[in-house]
């Protein structure tokens, strides 16, 4: 009778208050559910996620190995002949012959092997490739040789130590008969993209790596004892080309060559 009348009292005094507290408990329970479905979701997204990341990673490097394949890649080292046993720009030298040959990839290799006197002396060997109207080249330096005073080297510092690619790629310009340059209008070092205003810094320090006992303003000389590098563009590698040819292209994958005309050829005195 007594917890009876005591039930009653405390209902009466603090009845009107349970439905609140009773829903309080009821929400802190459905927060706690929420809570852990909310962390078990969580994880489960992101094994999900890493596993998409991954997957499309793997799809990612399976096109660009495709695309490798599609491209061809040539491989050429300092003793690939420029001359090979079947001259592709024979034609070029006969009178009657045509005013341009177009080769792919592997009939340039000789004529594009001067690029390697280009790169550092790390680069023994060299791949390039036609990709509708670019150059592409690639090859493994050491990264070192693009530290030194370079904005690349002062942005980089330490990353850029032990061995890795070199990317580049751009169109191939005519600068007069017997002289083409590389327009390096984009270019990755282990894997970083370089800003393009930092390209022809970066090509000038490539100079002075493929020739350490010179002068940048003193470059190689070419045909007639012109400096080559002097005649070409901030942010392109100059490539010496046969007398024969006056200009150069890189379009649909090929390299079309024209022949020069007598007037394009340099001049002879006269007595």
């Known amino acids: 009778m007594v917890l009876v009348a005591g039930a009653a009292a405390g209902y009466w005094l603090y009845g009107d208050r349970l439905p609140s507290v009773l829903s309080r408990a009821a929400s802190g329970a459905a927060d706690k559910v929420t809570d852990a479905a909310v962390r078990t979701s969580e994880r489960l997204d992101s094994e999900e996620g890493a596993r998409i990341a991954a997957e499309q990673e793997a799809r990612r490097r399976a096109a660009r190995q495709q695309r490798d394949r599609e491209l061809g890649w040539v491989m050429v080292n300092a003793d690939t002949p420029v001359a090979p046993k079947i001259n592709p720009l024979a034609p070029l030298t006969r009178r009657s012959g045509p005013a341009y040959v177009s080769l792919d990839a592997g009939q340039v290799a000789g004529l594009l092997a001067p690029l390697l006197a280009q790169l550092p002396p790390s680069a023994a060997t060299a791949q390039f490739a036609l990709d509708d109207d670019i150059l592409l080249v690639r090859t493994v330096v050491s990264l070192s040789d693009f530290t030194g005073q370079s904005a690349v080297g002062a942005i980089l510092g330490k ?38 205003r930092l390209i022809p810094g970066l090509v000038r320090n ?44 890189v379009a649909n994958g090929k390299l079309t060559l024209y022949r020069a005309t007598p007037a394009a050829r340099a001049p002879t005195s006269r007595r």
């Not at 310009?173 to 993209?193: C, D, M, S, T, Y």
């Not at 190689?220 to 901030?234: F, I, T």
């Open 206 to 249: 490539l100079r002075r790596a493929a020739e350490p006992g010179a002068e940048p303003a003193e470059p190689k000389a070419v045909d007639g004892g012109a400096a080559a590098a002097s005649s070409v563009a901030d942010d392109a590698l100059p490539v010496t080309l046969p007398a024969t040819v006056n200009d150069v292209r």
């Open 159 to 196: 990353a850029l130590v032990g061995d890795d690619t070199l990317f580049m790629a751009g169109p191939l310009e005519p600068v007069r008969p017997g002289l083409a340059q590389f327009r390096v209008r984009e270019l990755r070092i282990k894997g970083i993209e370089v800003p393009t």
